[in-house]
């Protein structure tokens, strides 16, 4: 990592209040250089609190774009950190609203020469796609980072129609006590207590809403991009990681948007910006690569970026399995279209005799992180183990095969109950026998006509379904075996349907993967020019100190086993920052576990559990605020069953405690 100090342009930044039609102040931080000429302006706009949560990643890209000139500003959406107005559901008509308006109040300041362009990861890059959707007239670009295009299918909610218990419920936990946090006094007085009362009083937790929708209607159309492709008119740079869950929609955007006016990029990254750093790398000079994107269609200069392939990604070598690389190795290729000419399907057809697939409900235990950040205990380890409990199709590679893009496959099955999942992994096999995970796909069989409607099984029907697994690129050497492993559950990824016990047969003679095959000959551009990025570059880091401490760290991922009872539990630490001191004083204590527990026969046992404890201290102005959030899920045959509490502290004293207790039909979940 190359810390850029010198820059085009001296810069300097300010805090905002920007105005919305209805008088809510928006909060927003502001780093511009320092020139007489107007300049283009860039936005991040994000709930995580510009003040604190967020600052350390904002102060290394938003002072490097000032100095490169650009004003850049990060947003702060109404209802969260200092900004007014009370919170909302993700991406609700409000948030976009909001966000056009910033985008047309950035393009009429005298600073600013009416060109924006907008940027963000996750929920930045979500709402960067879905405002161009709206088309503002200023917003002319955007750079889209680990994104979705689909949000009831590309994102934390559902995968193939079924309930994403890992996510569904972490991050609705997660943001229940993101959402409870007050207002900072340094930033906006005396205020903050009168501001964080109000908004605690209208917060809902997101997955009562979220379980309420268990089919793909109209509450997950709103803001999904796919709906209209045809409404993005501003330039779009899509970017995605093979071990981020959302990198499929880089593949869908440079496919239905004009090759004009879009670029994809994938690497071998988890869910974090490419130029950080975390595992797995290599990471890449991303802030420069942006910059030639912002230089052309917000500066009219010629970068050259538009002469890069469509896309360009990284296909990764064999690895062994583990739940960290700090680097895989690889290549990078470019595709000069998607679908692409150099990609073609090759089918596997499953051989031998029918098989009862009948998988313990713990069966995905070793599933991984769904949203890799870069820690120790993300990924996936050795597959052998939930091999054993799956049905497993080999196919022996004699020449080293290059996968590219989203594998299929099609499969025969009769299933005696009306409800039940599939779940596939495709797997490299090495001589010794140990299996890592490639990729794998999901699909809630009453989905199989469609993520709309909810279809049950005619019981002893047999059918032939078919699903995509998720994009990636990856290399597999001779010698090595393509495992394709086919399970009846995947806990705690999946929420079991409550016959799934009793799984389903499946006829390999019908049955068959599609991979899709890259030609091997064809590494860099179409024309052979290698493709390369510079090596990583930020500005001076903030200078957040993490304090030491004696205590023994619990594990990241800690599986337990009762013998006796037949019960598996995952406990999680997602560490998503820890204890940190910020140099203007505050003080941000943040601790959070996440447990997942089931038996291993009993679908009706699943539940989930997330704890959550945030103190925000300012010692020298005698602050001292704490969040306490508890969310748990558990399900009958007939409902899933909420439990939600937030306790709210001021010092010792209790300023807000509430709890829910929901109880959801499952219609499709």
Same mark, same amino acid.
């Given at each position: 990592?190359?810390i ?6 001296e810069?300097?930044h ?7 039609p209805d008088?809510t102040?928006l909060?927003a931080r502001?780093w511009?250089p320092?020139?007489?000429?107007p ?6 706009y994000l ?6 949560w ?9 002072p ?8 850049s ?8 950190g200092?900004?007014e ?39 930045g890059?979500?709402?960067?796609l879905?405002?161009?959707a ?6 002319k ?14 994102d934390?909610h ?16 997660t ?6 946090r007050p207002?900072?006094p340094?930033y ?14 209208v917060?809902?937790?997101?997955m ?20 209209d492709y045809?409404?993005?008119?501003a330039a779009?740079l899509a ?7 959302y990198?499929?929609?880089v ?5 239905h ?13 988890s ?7 975390l595992?797995p790398?290599p990471?890449i ?7 030639r994107?912002?230089?052309?269609w917000?500066?009219?200069?010629d970068?050259?970026?538009m002469?890069?392939p469509l896309?360009r990604?990284y296909?990764s070598?064999s690895?062994r399995p583990?739940?960290?690389?700090p680097?895989?190795?690889g290549?990078?290729v ?19 005799a029918p098989v ?8 995905g235990?070793?599933a ?6 870069g820690n120790?205990?993300?990924l ?6 939930e091999?054993a409990?799956?049905?497993c199709f080999?196919?022996e590679?004699g ?19 009306p ?8 797997c ?9 995970l490639?990729t794998?796909g999901?699909?809630?069989?009453s ?5 709309d ?6 019981p002893?029907?047999?059918e032939?379904v078919?699903?995509?697994l998720?994009?990636i690129?990856h ?12 399970s009846s ?15 389903f @047969? +499946? #006829?390999?003679?019908?049955?068959? *993967? &599609?991979?899709?095959v890259?030609a091997?000959?064809?590494?860099? %551009? /179409?024309d052979g ?7 990583p570059?930020?500005?001076e880091p ?5 304090p030491i401490?004696?205590?023994e ?5 800690l ?8 019960e598996?539990?995952l406990e999680?630490?997602?560490r998503?920052?820890g ?5 203007? @004083? +505050? #003080?941000?204590?943040?601790?959070? *576990? &996440?447990t997942y527990t ?5 679908p009706? %046992? /699943?539940?989930?559990?997330s704890?959550?404890s ?17 969310s ?12 939600n509490?937030v ?5 010792e004293?209790v300023?807000?405690h ?5 109880r959801?039909?499952r219609?499709a979940?």
């Amino acid at each position: 990592m190359h810390i850029r100090t010198s820059f085009p342009y001296e810069t300097t930044h300010d805090d905002l209040r920007i105005p919305l039609p209805d008088g809510t102040l928006l909060y927003a931080r502001a780093w511009r250089p320092l020139t007489d000429e107007p300049v283009p302006a860039l936005l991040e706009y994000l709930p995580y609190r510009l003040s604190d949560w967020t600052a350390p990643r904002d102060h290394q890209r938003h002072p490097w774009y000032a100095g490169h000139g650009y004003a850049s500003v990060r947003v702060d959406i109404r209802g969260h950190g200092n900004s007014e107005g009370m919170p909302t559901d993700e991406y609700s008509a409000t948030e976009l609203a909001d966000g056009v308006e910033v985008v047309n109040w950035l393009a009429a300041q005298p600073w600013c020469n009416g060109r924006v362009g907008m940027f963000g990861i996750s929920w930045g890059g979500f709402n960067s796609l879905q405002i161009a959707a709206l088309a503002p007239e200023p917003l002319k670009a955007i750079v889209t980072v680990c994104s979705a295009d689909d949000r009831y299918d590309n994102d934390v909610h559902y995968m193939g129609g079924s309930v994403l218990a890992v996510d569904m419920h972490a991050w609705a936990s997660t943001m229940l006590a993101f959402v409870s946090r007050p207002p900072d006094p340094q930033y906006v007085g005396d205020a903050w207590r009168e501001m964080w009362l109000k908004r605690l009083e209208v917060v809902e937790p997101f997955m009562h809403t979220w379980l309420g929708h268990q089919t793909r209607d109209d509450y997950w159309r709103h803001g999904s991009v796919c709906e209209d492709y045809g409404a993005i008119d501003a330039a779009v740079l899509a970017v995605g990681g093979w071990h981020d869950p959302y990198r499929d929609t880089v593949l869908r955007l440079v496919e239905h948007l004009p090759a004009d006016r879009v670029r994809g990029l994938i690497g071998p990254w988890s869910h974090q910006y490419p130029d950080r750093g975390l595992p797995p790398g290599p990471a890449i000079g991303f802030l420069q690569e942006t910059l030639r994107w912002w230089d052309h269609w917000l500066k009219d200069e010629d970068t050259g970026v538009m002469a890069e392939p469509l896309l360009r990604s990284y296909v990764s070598d064999s690895h062994r399995p583990a739940t960290v690389y700090p680097t895989l190795p690889g290549r990078w290729v470019g595709e000069p279209a998607w679908p692409s000419p150099h990609v073609r399907a090759v089918t596997y057809a499953f051989q031998g005799a029918p098989v009862l697939v009948r998988s313990p409900m713990h069966t995905g235990i070793d599933a991984g992180r769904f949203f890799p950040f870069g820690n120790d205990a993300d990924l996936p380890p050795d597959q052998r183990e939930e091999d054993a409990r799956s049905a497993c199709f080999e196919f022996e590679v004699g020449e080293e095969t290059w996968v590219l893009g989203r594998p299929k496959v099609r499969l025969r099955l009769t299933s005696e109950v009306p409800r039940g999942q599939v779940v596939a992994r495709l797997c490299d096999v090495a001589p010794d026998g140990s299996s890592t995970l490639v990729t794998r796909g999901v699909l809630n069989l009453s989905a199989r006509h469609g993520r709309d409607r909810a279809v049950p099984w005619e019981p002893g029907a047999t059918e032939d379904v078919t699903f995509e697994l998720n994009g990636i690129g990856h290399a597999f050497p001779p010698g090595h075996r393509i495992r394709l492993a086919v399970s009846s559950a995947y806990w705690p990824w999946i929420w079991p349907q409550p016959d799934s016990a009793a799984g389903f @047969g +499946l #006829e390999p003679a019908g049955s068959s *993967l &599609e991979l899709p095959v890259r030609a091997r000959a064809l590494e860099g %551009s /179409a024309d052979g020019t290698a493709i390369t990025f510079e090596e990583p570059e930020q500005a001076e880091p903030l200078g957040v100190n993490s304090p030491i401490t004696l205590d023994e760290p619990r594990p990241e991922r800690l599986i337990v086993r009762d013998v006796a009872k037949g019960e598996w539990r995952l406990e999680v630490d997602p560490r998503y920052g820890g204890t940190r001191v910020y140099p203007d @004083g +505050l #003080e941000f204590t943040e601790d959070a *576990l &996440e447990t997942y527990t089931i038996n291993e026969w009993d679908p009706l %046992s /699943a539940r989930t559990r997330s704890e959550w404890s945030i103190r925000l201290h300012r010692p020298e102005l005698g602050w001292d605020a704490t969040v306490r959030t508890r969310s748990e899920i558990s399900c009958d045959r007939h409902d899933f069953i909420a439990s939600n509490e937030v306790i709210c502290l001021e010092g010792e004293e209790v300023l807000f405690h509430r709890t829910w207790e929901k109880r959801t039909p499952r219609t499709a979940g």
